[in-house]
Nanobody, 119 residues
Framework: QVQLVESGGGLVQAGGSLRLSCVASGIIFSINDMGWYRQAPGKQRELVAFITSGGSTTYADSVKGRFTISRDNAKNTVYLEMNILKPEDTAVYYC?????????????WGQGTQVTVSS
């Protein structure tokens, strides 16, 4: 019912910046928490950051002070501003969101967007 589409990934040099966007579309009732995860080749997927509907944020220790998650509820969009990028940030970044109606809640994933940081 809900589709998540990420954009903004690409190739950037170490120390550079990128801004990822994720737009939720389809049959949406109420988007609650939204977050960003990443997965590097040969590694497990890890949480990067998430933000509640009220704007409360949580970050992985590895990105604190460098990344900022934000959202525009009117547009059902979540952003991830990535600054001072490091080669270890290289991964496929996935958007995640919860959509709820009453007592029912469903979780959705985007297809991912590649971020590559060169040294």
């Amino acid at each position: 019912q809900v589709q998540l589409v990420e954009s903004g990934g690409g190739l950037v040099q170490a120390g550079g910046s990128l801004r990822l966007s994720c737009v939720a579309s389809g049959i949406i009732f109420s988007i609650n928490d939204m977050g960003w995860y990443r997965q590097a080749p040969g590694k497990q997927r890890e949480l990067v950051a998430f933000i509640t509907s009220g704007g409360s944020t949580t970050y992985a220790d590895s990105v604190k002070g460098r990344f900022t998650i934000s959202r525009d509820n009117a547009k059902n969009t979540v952003y991830l501003e990535m600054n001072i990028l490091k080669p270890e940030d290289t991964a496929v970044y996935y958007c995640n969101a919860d959509d709820s109606k009453g007592w029912s809640s469903r979780n959705y994933w985007g297809q991912g967007t590649q971020v590559t940081v060169s040294s």
